[in-house]
């Protein structure tokens, strides 16, 4: 019966009058098809398959026929699958294999696998049948998700074109380059993605491409450009391949945004300009020291071309003595330094010698090894020559300008009994002078001044305001004035100067030959140390007032009584305030040094030098002009005696006798005659003209006797020419005449005359009675 039903149906296919042979022939040639064959009517009953439908479902050929075709259908399409059999009975037409429809056939073991299918219409005398040729395309689906796979991986945006330039396909990357999505690609001209001004010859190029398919690689010589969404435009580069499909020619162009690039080497063209039109020299060369690379001013600095310079070794570029350092010079780079603003010599090609500036740099390869060198070479000759120039003038200006300084500051002088030390470093900066001073005055009968300033600020103004100070404080020591009288009137001195923010400090002390007792006052200046014999170093007491120049502040003054032998310390802020210290440390360092040196040494030289470099170590160091004294005080007078007197007349004779037995007391009898004649002239002008009670006080050391007379009045004795009938008017001219030296000197109560003689002669000496 199965057989008389294939027979029956074969009839019905090739017609009722067909032959046996034709139904045969028939069979033969649905068995031999290369693709599964089924054959239903038109109620989707299997009629016929061929051995290949066998294989490619898994059932027998008896357990198809009879049964309805959707059993080769997955259970998903078998709704819709009614509908498309039953639409395509109405509408009968043969449909070719890939005609567009994602069809899958279901195997017996129930997997499926995609298909393709043509359908033919055949019209019985039995009805429709309807003959289904079915591929299975499992291997070119698999090959189109890997070639999709491999298109969505490409790095570059793949982009599918047919023959007519219609876009077939793209990726992933061609999305995100442009900023269209998928679908609005899909099926439009490929010109969508070409800058409008392009698009014209767009067309004919890809014509002509089609006519004249290869492959063109990346980077082709053409300036190309995409367009995105947003209408900006960017460089592209573009690789094209031709396949040739079933469905006609496609094209593949793998395109490539080289925007990064395109500004690589814009930069990289600016940088070669820049390098070219450098003026400085710009070298390359290996690591062994062979020259790669010679710009325009390297030409023009050394005179060799560039044809001329590479290849060679760098050393021929420096002079013989320097051969050494180019060998150490590219060892440093090897091992990865950077060397900088490396001052030497180089020789041109005519022999001249260059002062050149050298910066040289290792370049690197990807992972980070040295592979060469970069040098930049600056000519410095001109700049060399005009610092030499330059060093010249400064030192002739400095030497000038410390000239300048000493003599305005002048030379102190040797004074009898006072051992002193002094130095005075210029600062190390600048023209070197600067504003310090110091000063040592002889006020006669024993007593001495010492001076010491700073001018605030640096340069010939400060100094040209020290030298103006220090004389007008010179000539009012030389007046006997006390310290806070001589503070006030140099305050009233440098307001008078009109010298915007000009302040100064100083202090002045007035040394009594008689106890050690030391008088000072200070304007603003820094404590004055005392070295007493047996104790530390300490600072002296006294009222510090402001600095001079700020005006309309009262200056005090503090007398001291120091131990025979002690040593003051002036110095000014120099030598103890330096950047970044504290200057109360730097005081506790001052005294250590002076405690240090003073016990082991009397010498007060040795011990300015060792305060000086115990301090400032670094002699190129210091900004600020430097003043350190070392003063000690005079022995004690080997006799002193005085009394006290009404200004009466009678007691200038009293007085001469007073003067007398003194002397002989003494054993300094010479030139008695003269001290008791001078004591009585000062004495009778103190009575004449003076407060009481008066004073008198005489001094006696090794070679010098001095004699003081003290009165109440503030009025201060001066010399004048007595006429012929003058009774008086001549004791001060004799006093003139015959005192080895003499002056008045202000005091608190009034004034002091005093006057010096010379003993000539040594107590004891049998000249003497």
């Given at each position: 019966m199965e057989e008389s039903g294939r027979v029956t149906g074969a009839r019905a296919t090739v017609g009722a009058s067909a032959s046996a042979t034709?139904?045969?022939?028939?069979?033969?040639?649905?068995?031999?098809?290369?693709?599964a064959m089924v054959i239903v009517d038109d109620t989707g009953t299997i009629k016929l398959v061929n051995a290949q439908t066998e294989a490619l479902f898994g059932h027998r050929r008896e357990d198809l026929l009879g049964h309805p075709v959707e059993m080769l259908v997955p259970g998903r399409f078998r709704e819709h699958h009614t509908h498309h059999r039953d639409h395509y009975a109405?509408?009968?037409?043969?449909?070719?294999?890939?005609?567009?429809?994602?069809?899958?056939?279901?195997?017996?073991?129930?997997?499926?696998?995609?298909?393709?299918?043509?359908?033919?219409?055949?019209?019985?005398?039995?009805?429709?049948?309807?003959?289904?040729?079915?591929?299975?395309?499992?291997?070119?689906?698999?090959?189109?998700?890997?070639?999709?796979?491999?298109?969505?991986a490409a790095p570059d945006a793949m982009v599918i074109v047919d023959d007519t330039g219609t876009i077939k396909l793209v990726n992933a990357q061609t999305e995100a380059l442009f900023g269209h999505r998928r679908e609005d690609l899909l099926g439009h001209p490929v010109e969508m993605l070409v800058p409008g001004r392009f698009r014209e010859h767009h067309t004919h190029h890809r014509d002509h491409y089609a006519a004249n398919r290869q492959v063109r690689p990346m980077g082709a010589g053409l300036e190309l450009y995409g367009l995105r969404k947003d209408g900006t435009e960017f460089p592209v580069e573009i690789s094209l391949s031709p396949l040739e499909t079933t469905d006609g020619l496609l094209?593949?162009?793998?395109?490539?945004?080289?925007?990064?690039?395109?500004?690589?080497?814009?930069?990289?063209?600016?940088?070669a300009a820049l390098v070219e039109s450098s003026q400085d020299a710009i070298l390359a060369k290996t690591l062994d020291g062979h020259l790669t690379y010679w710009n325009a001013a390297a030409q023009r600095m050394y005179g060799y071309t560039a044809a001329e310079a590479i290849g060679r070794h760098v050393s021929f570029l420096a002079p013989a003595a320097c051969r050494d350092e180019v060998d150490a010079l590219l060892d440093r780079l090897r091992h990865g330094e950077k060397v900088e603003h490396y001052e030497t010599l180089r020789v041109t090609r005519s022999g001249r010698l260059l002062d050149v500036d050298v910066?040289?740099?290792?370049?690197?390869?990807?992972?980070?090894?040295?592979?060469?060198?970069?040098?930049?070479?600056?000519?410095?000759?001109?700049?060399?020559?005009?610092?030499?120039?330059?060093?010249?003038?400064?030192?002739?200006?400095?030497?000038?300008?410390?000239?300048?300084?000493?003599?305005l500051m002048g030379t102190p002088?040797?004074?009898?009994?006072?051992?002193?030390?002094?130095?005075?470093?210029?600062?190390?900066?600048?023209?070197?002078?600067g504003g310090d001073w110091f000063d040592l005055i002889p006020l006669g009968a024993g007593h001495v001044g010492i001076l010491i300033g700073d001018v605030m600020g640096r340069g010939l103004e400060a100094a040209a305001v020290m030298g103006q100070l220090r004389s007008a404080a010179h000539a009012l020591a030389t007046t006997g004035m006390e310290p806070r009288q001589l503070m006030q009137a140099l305050d009233t001195f440098v307001s008078g100067l009109h010298v915007p923010d000009q302040l100064v400090t100083c202090c002045y002390l007035v040394i009594a030959p008689d106890a050690g007792a030391v008088t000072l006052c200070s304007a603003g200046h820094l404590p004055v140390l005392v070295?007493?014999?047996?104790?530390?170093?300490?600072?002296?007491?006294?009222?510090?007032?402001?600095?001079?120049?700020?005006?309309?502040?009262?200056?005090?003054?503090?007398?001291?009584?120091?131990?025979?032998?002690?040593?003051?310390?002036?110095?000014?802020?120099?030598?103890?305030?330096?950047?970044?210290?504290?200057?109360?440390?730097?005081?506790?360092?001052?005294?250590?040094?002076?405690?240090?040196?003073l016990a082991t040494t009397s010498d007060l030289e040795i011990a300015a030098e060792h305060v000086l470099t115990t301090l400032l170590p670094d002699t190129e160091e210091h900004t600020d002009d430097v003043t350190l004294l070392l003063a000690r005080l005079p022995v004690a007078p080997l006799a002193v005696a005085g009394t006290d007197l009404p200004a009466v007349p009678s007691s200038v004779p009293e007085a001469r006798?007073?003067?007398?037995?003194?002397?002989?007391?003494?054993?300094?009898?010479?030139?008695?005659?003269?001290?008791?004649?001078?004591?009585?002239?000062?004495?009778?002008?103190?009575?004449?003209?003076?407060?009481?009670?008066?004073?008198?006080?005489?001094?006696?050391n090794t070679t010098e006797l001095a004699v003081e007379i003290s009165d109440r009045s503030p009025h201060l004795p001066h010399p004048r020419l007595a006429d012929v009938e003058d009774e008086s008017g001549r004791g001060l001219l004799l006093v003139d005449a015959l005192a080895d030296n003499w002056g008045v000197r202000p005091t608190e109560e009034g004034k002091t005359t005093w006057f010096t003689l010379s003993l000539g002669k040594t107590a004891g000496d049998p000249a003497d009675t």
């Open positions: 034709d139904e045969e022939l028939f069979r033969g040639l649905l068995e031999a098809a290369p693709d109405a509408n009968r037409q043969v449909r070719p294999m890939g005609a567009g429809l994602e069809l899958y056939g279901l195997r017996k073991d129930g997997t499926e696998f995609p298909v393709e299918i043509s359908l033919s219409p055949l019209e019985t005398t039995d009805g429709l049948l309807v003959s289904a040729a079915v591929r299975d395309i499992s291997e070119r689906k698999a090959a189109e998700e890997q070639f999709r796979g491999l298109l969505e094209v593949s162009a793998a395109v490539r945004d080289i925007s990064e690039r395109k500004a690589a080497e814009q930069r990289i063209n600016e940088l910066t040289l740099w290792p370049t690197r390869t990807a992972d980070g090894t040295v592979d060469g060198v970069c040098a930049i070479v600056r000519d410095i000759s001109d700049l060399k020559q005009a610092e030499a120039q330059l060093t010249a003038l400064y030192e002739q200006q400095r030497h000038i300008a410390l000239t300048l300084q000493r003599s002088p040797d004074l009898p009994g006072l051992a002193a030390a002094y130095r005075y470093r210029a600062a190390t900066q600048g023209a070197g002078v070295a007493a014999p047996g104790r530390q170093v300490s600072a002296l007491p006294a009222p510090v007032s402001a600095p001079l120049g700020v005006g309309g502040i009262p200056h005090q003054q503090n007398s001291v009584v120091l131990p025979p032998g002690s040593t003051l310390v002036l110095y000014t802020d120099g030598l103890i305030e330096t950047p970044g210290s504290d200057i109360e440390h730097r005081l506790t360092e001052l005294k250590t040094a002076l405690d240090r040196v006798a007073f003067v007398g037995e003194i002397l002989t007391s003494w054993g300094s009898t010479y030139r008695a005659d003269d001290v008791q004649l001078l004591a009585s002239e000062v004495l009778t002008n103190a009575v004449l003209h003076a407060e009481g009670p008066l004073h008198l006080h005489m001094r006696r």
